[in-house]
């Protein structure tokens, strides 16, 4: 089994080992939203400064758009993801260092059209286009990414509470397409090799992905201990 697959269940047998090993202390069920989705988690603080969390976060289909070297892209992204989290209070207080590692999925599935006219351009290539043509983009973060961030929130405190979050999720996204058989069948009447024309035409949108370094993490929620 590839070591991706493994890394995340352990982290979370990690977690939940501390947790039946450690001391009764408080306890909290927690609910959030941002730029991950909705969150629900459990996070169970041992001392007033070493907690340990584990939840779960999910945005559900969204559209999406954008545009890069004269083609729109326009689809739908969507992310469902667990995460296994440390928490250390430095000044016993609810300030608060956050890191871990998060597992699921989040992706995007965009077909590309030209952004004026009839025609598109696929690599070196521009051909007219119709209904049946489609450039199609998947746009894929890795399954398992280590967080790191700070926070409020999830202290030793008992009763109702809220909380925020501010980190990264940490992972450059991963990107592929295809040509529908019309489409290259109309690159390949100019005399180009269609792999070889989405290829160049991929890379453009490869650029502009190497720059991203993870996911942004900002969120509110409010929390019960106990």
């Known amino acids: 089994m590839p070591r991706s697959r493994l890394t995340v269940p352990v982290a979370f047998a990690l977690v939940a080992g501390a947790f039946a090993a450690a001391p009764a202390a408080a306890q909290s069920i927690y609910g959030g939203v941002g730029t991950i989705g909705l969150t629900l988690g459990y996070a169970h603080a041992y001392s007033d400064r070493l907690g340990a969390r584990a939840e779960f976060s999910l945005v559900p289909t969204v559209s999406r758009s954008f545009e890069q070297d004269g083609i729109d892209y326009s689809g739908e992204a969507k992310s469902s993801r667990f995460a296994a989290l440390a928490d250390w209070h430095p000044f016993s207080g609810v300030f608060r260092l956050t890191a871990g590692l998060s597992g699921g999925k989040t992706s995007g599935d965009f077909a590309g059209a030209p952004s004026t006219g009839t025609t598109i351009t696929i690599g070196d290539s521009t051909v007219s286009v119709g209904p049946a ?80 370094v993870g996911l942004p993490v900002l969120s509110l929620g409010l929390s019960y201990r106990w």
Do not use: C, N
Not at 150 to 158: A, F, N
Not at 173 to 199: H, W, Y
């Open 133 to 212: 043509d489609r450039y199609d983009t998947r746009i894929e973060f890795p399954s398992a990414m280590p967080y790191v961030g700070l926070g409020w929130g999830h202290s030793p405190s008992k009763g109702w509470g809220m909380h925020a979050d501010a980190g990264l999720l940490i992972g450059t996204p991963k990107v592929t397409g295809s040509l529908s058989p019309s489409l290259s069948a109309k690159i390949a009447a100019t005399g180009r090799d269609p792999q070889a024309e989405l290829d160049r035409e991929l890379q453009t949108v490869r650029d502009t992905t190497a720059k991203v």
